[in-house]
């Protein structure tokens, strides 16, 4: 196993990148959309998509995509 050691890095991670491909786009929502109503006890639950950690995948959690749309990390 190789090990590896970083010090004073950082990244900018964009919410709303849900399937973490590093942007915001149109996978994101999708994603996001197929999940609505989900909860933590739902078969489609993805924690990914709870981007307001409210326990249930809604509307809002979509904004906070879109609101991001087109946005990408480092």
């Known amino acids: 196993a190789t090990e590896l050691y970083f010090s004073n890095l950082t990244a900018t991670l964009v919410i709303g990148d849900v399937n973490d491909d590093n942007a915001v786009n ?16 739902s078969a489609n639950w993805d924690v990914r998509c709870d ?3 409210n326990n249930i995948i809604d509307l809002r959690d979509y904004r906070w995509a879109f609101n991001n749309r087109n946005r990408v990390g480092d």
């Open 26 to 41: 149109q996978a994101d929502f999708d994603l996001i959309l197929a999940r609505q109503g989900a909860t933590p006890s």
């Open 51 to 53: 981007l307001d950690g």
